[in-house]
């Protein structure tokens, strides 16, 4: 079985799990939540969301820029008899959110879940224009953080914030301890000047929907940031914060070209995030980025026609590596079997689970046939190449791009470089080629579609 039909089973595997997940009653020391729980919703993906949150029998408050569709939604589901109310919401208008948070209060006393969803991008597969970085960076960020401030007073003891968003950019957030909103927003603000200015290209922010990423980037950190803020509340009164991404849906953002149904998306939230009394804090990050028109690619470059065994040399790494004693903590323990076991599934972990597909397959593979025969060297070889950064590893593996010099001797990047070309000489036909040292193109503009609309997805 190919790797792409395995990991379609495994997905098939996980909906039928789901499914039957779902179809468990809860007990009743599990159910935290009755029609007295009330969700708000902002923002296509709302409309799921309140959809299941109402199935399962909490309240909720619908938002929607333009009353008339937000109204038609709420209808369309108290006719399926669920509990579900409408309120406008423009969180670019701070009026709106305070008219809204005045409105919960008078009608319902206060919320216990909030899901900030509405969001904006107008991007389209490898378009990358930041002609609307200010309306992305208002929206997304901004949006969530007023809405949130203005919500989050009116949390009821024991309540739950969820937080749908999509980048995995969790290892660029700065170290919690000196996490604030004031660098959050310095960061913010530094890039918008920089789109302003026309510089934000050399400002070494992400290369794919910069706006968007850098929007969700300020989102994800304020999340952690209210996470940490809310921690010492004291039992009874803790609000809980998840973030969850849903993958590349179905929706008007991204032009409809997602891989899954808003509703495969979002039964992930309600099968993975159920708070039980002994679950402090649920953080879940499902990064699943989805690049279609590599899919071929990522099966020549995982094939195993060509010979695996690539004999890989570490000893001399040691002695070149500049990289290699500057982590002295890398608790490499070889010699005993359990904490051997350990790290090598922890590296393992690390390589599959990057949030680049094309780099979880192949190194991912690499990783698992090798790892586990590694000595010392070895690791801290592998260890050195987990530690660069996604595009550039990229680039570099595939030949796009010359590696620096420090790269190129390390054991295992020549390796798995070694294992790519390989396949790729066998696979590929020379007149496909790219030329090397050339950027690969992408042909993602077949999902232009509903051009001009604000797009997204989770690239
Ligand atoms: N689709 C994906 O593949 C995907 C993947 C990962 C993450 N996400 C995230 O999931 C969320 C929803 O995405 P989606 O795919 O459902 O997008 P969508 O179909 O474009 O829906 C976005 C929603 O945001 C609302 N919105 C936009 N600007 C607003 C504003 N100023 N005030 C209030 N609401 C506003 C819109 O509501 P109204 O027009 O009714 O006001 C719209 O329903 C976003 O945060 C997105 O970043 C999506």
Redesign the pocket.
Known sequence: MGSKERAKERREKRLQEISLLRTIPYSDHQRWWSSETVAVV?????FEIARQLADHGLTVIL????SS??LEAANALKELGLSVDFHQ????DSLSIKKLAEWIEQTYGGIDVLVN?????YNLGADNSVEHAQNVVA??YY?TKNVSQALIPLMRPSAVVLR???KDLREKLANLETLSEELIDRMVSTFLQQVEEGTYTSGGWPQMFTDYSVS?LAVNAFTRLMAKMLSDRPDGQKIYINCY?????K????GWA?NISAEDGLNRVFSTSRPTNNRKKKNINKMASLRRALVNVHRILCSTTTPNHISVSYARYSTLSNNVNENPSLGIELSNEESKRRLCNRLLYRSRQRGFLELDLVLGKWVEEHVYSMDENGVKALVDVLDLENPDLWKWLTGQEQPPEGVSINPVFSAVRDKIMNNLSSHASPETRAIPGQPWVRGWDDIKKNAGS?V???Q
């Open positions: 902002t923002g296509e993906l709302g938002t929607s820029r333009e569709a937000g919401l423009d969180v670019l969803n509405a969001g904006v991008n929206t997304n949006g749908l968003e999509d969700k991404c849903p993958g590349w849906v929706t008007a953002m991204t997602g604000p997204a997805g989770n």
